[in-house]
């Protein structure tokens, strides 16, 4: 019995609620990868700019995970040849690995500078975003099946990054 390990990873991360974003060229329309935050805000370019920044970055074997300015987190890579049918790249995200507190959000808020009109939406964002209790278990697991989808070639190198817009 041979396993398509893309439907695997697809598997895991709907059975978390977590997004899987498909990227082939910098030109993607990525506008529901972040569920929508960005385009309350008006940032409409802010998307053309993050799949940019994944197509220019992302390398093979290697695994990046960064926070976004909702300082909620997100995985991306470079897909493997045999799997370039799909995309070039993929983003996983958002998500977190804890509730957000009524006076976290508050302090995200001043600190980024949100005009405070949007923190009604921003409590509805952090009420959708999945919440992964069990977070370890959940990268383990992340990047067991991204090194399946490399055929276990070589190691797969998690990179830490600073935030993207």
Not at 46 to 54: H, M
Not at 101 to 111: D, G, H, K, S, Y
Not at 134 to 162: A, H, P, T, W
């Amino acid at each position: 019995m041979q396993v398509d390990l893309w439907k695997v990873l697809e598997a895991f991360l709907e059975n978390f609620n977590v997004n899987l974003t498909l990227i082939s060229s910098k030109e993607d329309d990525i506008t529901k990868f972040d569920l929508g935050i960005r385009k309350i805000f008006g940032n409409q370019n802010t998307y053309e700019k993050i799949a940019a920044y994944v197509c220019d970055t992302c390398e093979s074997r290697k695994l990046y995970v960064l926070q976004d300015v909702f300082e909620t987190e997100y995985c991306m890579f470079c897909l493997p040849e045999e799997e370039r049918s799909v995309g070039n790249y993929c983003l996983i995200g958002p998500y977190q690995n804890e509730k957000v507190e009524e006076n976290w959000l508050n302090e995200l808020v001043q600190t980024h500078k949100i005009p405070t009109i949007y923190m009604g939406e921003l409590q509805e964002y952090y009420q959708a975003m999945p919440i992964l209790p069990n977070y370890q278990e959940f990268k383990e697991c992340l990047v067991s099946i991204i090194r399946m989808l490399y055929k276990n070639e070589g190691k797969l190198e998690i990179c830490y990054l600073d935030h993207f817009t």
